[in-house]
Nanobody, 112 residues
Framework: QVQLVESGGGLVQPGGSLRLSCAAS????????MGWYRQAPGKQRELVAR???????NYADSVKGRFTISRDNAKRTVYLQMDSLTPEDTASYYC??????WGKGTLVTVSS
């Protein structure tokens, strides 16, 4: 039984930073790729960043150079460091494991 719990969302001003965390339980964490997706109201969910079991990373073009995904297998946690945030980053951010398991999301609002 896999559970993914996101935290770290909130309100931040443009240009600010947030770090999201996703704590996983119920499965052998280190074996699986992890990802962060986001969905703005009325929009499709999109992949933001992904990190494989071998620490290979991929990013959406819109966040390259601003966001960094990382994982700590000992803590069974994946992180998304978000810098230089813009209002276009406003969305609910969802943690994903192996493209089949999902967290409930954490809301990020970028506004002045």
């Amino acid at each position: 039984q896999v559970q993914l719990v996101e935290s770290g969302g909130g309100l931040v001003q443009p240009g600010g930073s947030l770090r999201l965390s996703c704590a996983a339980s119920g499965i052998m964490f280190s074996v699986f790729a992890m990802g962060w997706y986001r969905q703005a109201p009325g929009k499709q969910r999109e992949l933001v960043a992904r990190i494989s079991s071998t620490y290979t990373t991929n990013y959406a073009d819109s966040v390259k150079g601003r966001f960094t995904i990382s994982r700590d297998n000992a803590k069974r946690t994946v992180y998304l460091q978000m810098d230089s945030l813009t209002p276009e980053d406003t969305a609910s951010y969802y943690c994903n494991m192996a493209e089949i398991y999902w967290g409930k999301g954490t809301l990020v609002t970028v506004s002045s």
